[in-house]
């Protein structure tokens, strides 16, 4: 008989593979602890009390007291829980990495020095848990492992703004692989790949561009920075170093800005950047491909306008601040604070015509979706409000000047027709507001009103003969609006009077005396002071009552209650020699 060796058994058995869904497990994580608003502080703060209680759970800590570093080695790993270890580590030093890129005023050279060193910490695990991944995972978990490990490569590259062949190649080989496993698995995993992959598309098209062997535009590098996710975090804040780099050097020819004749030189470089910034993103809303934008995208690019002029006025204050008794710096100063804000009331302006514009767009939108609320033509009288007040404000604005241009008094006068214009716009909706309340008298006064104030402003539109076509065209459709609602509340109203005794006398017979509604705050009893017809208003809908049968009980008042608590306690002088002694005889004591 053979007997067998029991080492050669051991040696003879196959050593388990372990399975880890990197994308999946790393992506979950992200999104629960920061990741989905970008904060990476809270990211590295889970990642540092995960990894404790991993070293715990794992009894792998580097001794009490005097740190005793302990390897983690091939044979080291013998559950997958050293390989989340591993993990962890690395996504420890990358998000401390990002946490030092967003910083408000970017990293200094000192952080930036700090920043790489995390981020080279993160290669280095990185790499560690592809190689352990390759020996001790199965093979999709070694795929994933490279992926990860390319990409951090890729990060590190990409931050040094050095050998970008290297970089490339290392977020294309990531690419690679998550196409490939974006094939396989369930939905969830193949969706992951599909949105690591698109990740992953701006990085390797900067780098191209950056080698040469592409041809990309700034607009173009501008819209792909528009897109979201953690792994185009670092390529957002590495294309807004570059974007700032590229104003920084073009606003040393912005030396002057101009404004209705006026030349106002800027001295500041840091208000040249602003003003250059807030220009750039004003092309975007006055070019070509302004009409193709959506609204909210719009309303996005003009946010980002109002804090470069925003800024550009601190600046400029700063500046008045510090000029000390010059008066012709003073004055060259109020003057560039003065068209600037000038510039930004224009923008203003815009923007609130663009609400109008969305608003009106829903003002008669059929409601299929249950979330999407209808326009009120209350928040259109609230929007042209607010454009009359920027209008005033810019008028006055425009008109403070002492030796006005020729140019200052033209914008003075179109500032007065845009005011007529929007004077016309909100007198109409609010005479829907006022037909949409039943009140026909009212809204037919005021449709005839803004009838009135459009044809007006319309003539004097015409009378300039280059006048704004998009305002004359709105105003050509205003009238025709006001017209045919005009002739549409004269018919109601007449209607309604010829039905007014009908009506009248069918809401007298529903008078109860008290009535099944319990909704009403009031009966008719209780307000006889108050006027305001219950049956003849067409905006009553509801029955009115009379008073409350039976009354209810009320508090009258009633004699008092006396209580006499001193009679209990007084001592009364006896009476016995007042009172009459009967006599009796001797017959009676015998009964007795």
Known sequence: MEIDDPKSNSSDQITPKFSINVLQLLKSAQMQHGLRHGDYTRYRRYCTARLRRLYKSLKFTHGRGKYNRRLLTES????????????YTAERAWSHAMEKRQLPDGPNARQRIYLIGRLRKAVKWATLFAQLCATKGDSRTSLEAEAYASFMKGNLLFEQDQNWEIALKNFKSARAVYEELGKYGDLENQVLCRERVEELEPSIRYCLHKIGESNLQASELLNIGEMEGPALDLFKAKLEAVMAETRSQQAASLTEFHWLGHRFPISNAKTRVAILKAQDLEKDLHGPTADSLPGEKKLAIFDKVFTAYHEARSFIRSDLVSAGSSESAKDDLNGLDKAVGAVLGQRTIERNQLLVSIAKSKLTRQRDDKNEKATKPEELVRLYDLLLQNTSDLSDLVSSGRDRKPEEIAFAEDCELKSLAFRAQRCFFLGKSYSMAGMRAEA???????????????????????????????????????????????????????????????????????????KLEKYLLEKLESYGSAVGDPTVKSVPRIEAFPPAFQAIPRNPIVLDLAYNFIDFPSLDNRMKKDKKGFISRLWR
């Open 76 to 87: 080291t790993v013998t559950e997958v829980r050293f390989l989340h270890l591993v993990l």
């Open 444 to 518: 037919y006064t005021l449709y005839c009103r803004a009838r009135s104030l459009a044809e007006d402003a319309l003539k004097k539109y015409q009378a300039t003969g280059d006048g704004d076509q998009i305002m004359i065209k709105e105003l050509k459709t205003l009238c025709e609006e006001c017209r045919s609602n005009i002739c549409i509340e004269h018919a109601t109203g007449i209607m309604e009077e010829l039905k007014a005794p009908e009506n009248l006398s069918k809401k007298i017979s529903n008078i109860s005396l008290t009535g099944d509604d319990k």
